[in-house]
């Protein structure tokens, strides 16, 4: 795992001091209002509904024990005791007192951690798979790329007053766990003809009220040239990009505007006025950081105990069958713990859940946590001999839920319970859903499927590539749920279609019970997954089993 | 009244023959440049030029450091004059993209004194950017 060195280490300690010099500066009048929001935002803090909300980096989504258990401190401290993971590998504390967040950020830094660039018009967290280092269909680990992007980021002289926000995702697998095309910049890892590695660079992806997919913009670029291409698109969108409309103002506006060849071919004309200014250390510190991220050592030992606890324990095995994914060594398995139990609210967990996790994973796991955009928490190394006991670890702190891609292991973004922005409830929603498949007793026999929840049209529950997608309204007053089928976030990725009208609130979850028993009755086989049945009948009977007749005349 | 900003602290304002793009066909070394003003169209005058001033019309508009950082990537060695609404807080940020002095109304020198500036005056420390670069 990356270890700060002495200059990250300085740059952040640095980094507190200035923030917590531009707070007495606010309040003695030297910066305006207006100054000190985007300084207040490039540093993680929001003003929300409540209370202000810090919003903390999990670069590339990866956590220590030490890190996690000083995560769960700060909840303990500074919060109602618990936090909440985000779609884009962050965690939010939802209560932080002004005066008590330089201490929070001191507390960080002490881990070496950040909130630096978690908001605001700047170059985000950069994301990366969750099942980076352990996935058994990866080309290379991803993460050592998006650690010299986060140090290139970190506060880039030019890119801190971007026209808006800009966010970036990697990852080393075909299979695509980082929704790439739904970001700003998507890098994809290929191997070009001659064996070696480098990107798909994607550009222009992203969601909110104009979900667009990104386009290839480079289907191959050497690794080496990473930094300079990079900074290249930022440096063509932060001039082209729109400062008249902050709803225009993404990259996807800009390329939709230009044009895809237009912009290209911008692109690569600074990519060779930038690509000279790059010397060759960036090279070399990538070797350290690759280095740093060099795979644990794996133990060789009988995995005979795994297959005992599968057939004498039935709860146990379906958690197996769920939670776990294939790592590339053979006697190893990555491990999802969902953070989605039944009721209560997706992504959050308490200081106890947020220990037990820390120690769990340096009993088990290598010392190794990763915290996924779908608001769950990984053990990416997990040896087969010890899941049972990691299991019951697991079980007695209330992190044994087995239902890792299943109709309850939803997507939502805080809603109108903490954001200012929201237009209607997403949480509530999350909870009822998940809490009604679970009284029917039929989210196994479902199969795998995606629910995403936004509160409103900015679209931080991905709601777009969700199979089933939920969008919450206001209509004049009155919250409505408006429902999209067939999006998908993976390397094949498409925005969801609209089904028609909205629902209101408490008409929202038997909609989605109408839409999934009918794909009950449409598939062909068990094994038919809702995406496929969607895919193979298109909209059609689901909009049927959505609006029968007497609905339609109730709407008109 | 308007007060320049170096790493040394607040000075005067040295007058300088400034024109904009559209007159820069005649300029006596010191071109104004908008925000949106694409650089190209100073390239053949860049080698006799002594002074580029470029405008930052509001703090939440970052065009000027790309700007300045393409000007610099094109040749142009002479000096780099932010000028506009930049607070303290991007004087860091300015230096870094290959600015030389900052150009500050009366009134943000009053509600930012020269300390303030001056706490950035040590721009050099603590910057990703000349590490990945060199």
Request: aromatic content about 8%; overall charge negative; glycine content about 8%.
């Amino acid at each position: 795992m990356y270890s700060y060195s002495d200059f990250d280490e300085a740059f952040v300690r640095n980094r507190v001091a200035q923030f917590t010099d531009q707070i007495s500066r606010r309040l003695d009048g030297s910066l305006t209002e207006d100054e000190f929001r985007p300084l207040r935002l490039m540093n993680g803090l929001y003003l929300q509904l409540h209370a202000y909300m810090l919003r903390v980096a999990i670069p590339y989504g990866t956590l220590s024990p030490r890190q996690m258990h000083a995560l769960a401190d700060i909840a303990q401290t500074y919060d109602k005791g618990y936090g909440h993971f985000t779609t884009r590998q962050n965690i939010q504390f939802n209560w932080p007192k002004l005066p008590e967040v330089p201490a929070i950020l001191s507390a960080l830094a002490d881990v070496e951690m950040h909130a630096i660039q978690t908001s605001g018009n700047t170059v985000r967290n950069v994301t990366a798979d969750h099942f980076a280092g352990a996935a058994a269909d990866e080309i290379e680990d991803p993460r050592p790329y998006a650690e010299l992007l986060r140090q290139w980021s970190s506060d880039h002289p030019e890119f801190q007053f971007l026209p808006r926000k800009f966010k970036i995702a990697v990852t080393g697998s075909p299979n695509d766990r980082a929704v790439t095309r739904a970001h700003d910049i998507g890098l994809r890892m290929q191997r070009n003809a001659a064996g070696e590695v480098g990107f798909e660079v994607i550009a222009g992806g992203g969601l909110g009220r104009t979900p667009m997919l990104g386009f290839v913009i480079r289907p191959f670029l050497p690794v080496e040239d990473l930094l300079a291409y990079v900074e290249a698109v930022l440096s063509v969108y932060n001039t082209l990009g729109r400062r008249d409309n902050k709803y225009k103002a993404r990259i996807k506006i800009t390329v939709h505007e230009t044009g895809r060849e237009e912009i290209t071919r911008m692109v690569e004309a600074r990519f060779a006025e930038i690509k000279p200014q790059f010397g060759g250390a960036d090279q070399a510190l990538l070797a350290d950081i690759r280095a740093a991220f060099a795979p644990p050592k794996f133990r060789t030992a009988p995995t005979i105990g795994y297959e005992a606890a599968r057939s004498k324990d039935p709860i146990f095995r379906a958690w197996a069958d769920t939670n776990l994914a294939p790592h590339r060594h053979p006697d190893y398995a990555i491990v999802t713990v969902s953070i989605k139990a039944h009721g209560q609210t997706p992504g959050d967990a308490t200081a106890a859940q947020m220990h037990r996790l820390a120690d769990l994973a340096a009993a088990y796991g290598h010392s190794d946590l990763r915290i996924s955009h779908e608001q769950n928490v990984i053990l990416p190394h997990v040896h087969k001999s010890d899941l049972a006991a990691l299991h019951a670890g697991l079980s007695e702190a209330g992190l044994a839920t087995a239902n890792v891609g299943l109709i309850s292991d939803i997507i939502a973004c805080p809603g109108m319970d903490y954001c200012a922005l929201a237009t209607a409830r997403s949480i509530p929603v999350a909870q009822d859903i998940a809490l009604r498949f679970d009284a029917l007793k039929l989210e196994h026999d479902i199969g795998p499927l995606k629910i995403k929840i936004s509160g409103c049209i900015n679209a931080c529950g991905h709601h777009h590539i969700g199979h089933i997608g939920i969008l919450g309204l206001d209509r004049a007053g009155v919250e409505s749920y408006q429902i999209t089928l067939g999006g998908d976030g993976s390397q094949d990725a498409v925005i969801g279609e609209k089904t028609g009208p909205g629902f209101a609130y408490d008409q929202i979850v038997p909609a989605i019970e109408r839409i999934v028993l009918a794909y009950l009755g449409l598939r062909l086989a068990q094994d038919e997954t809702f995406l496929q049945t969607y895919q193979r009948l298109g909209i059609a009977p689901f909009k049927a089993a959505l609006y029968p007749p007497e609905a339609v005349d109730d709407a008109a | 009244m308007s007060l320049l900003v170096t790493d040394q602290g607040f000075g005067p304002v040295p007058a300088l023959p400034f024109v904009g793009l559209d007159q820069i066909a005649s300029h006596r070394g010191a071109l104004d440049l908008a925000q949106t003003d694409a650089p190209e169209a100073a390239l053949p005058y860049l080698a006799d030029l002594a002074c580029i001033r470029i405008a930052f019309p509001s703090v939440a508009d970052g065009r000027g450091f790309t700007l300045a950082r393409r000007l610099r990537a094109l040749g142009f060695a002479g000096t780099l004059r932010a000028q506009g609404a930049i607070i303290a807080d991007q004087y860091a940020m300015a230096r870094r993209s290959g600015f030389d002095e900052v150009e500050i109304p009366q009134a943000m020198a009053d509600r930012q004194p020269q300390e303030q500036w001056l706490a950035r005056a040590n721009w050099q420390a603590h910057d990703y950017q000349s590490r990945l670069r060199a």
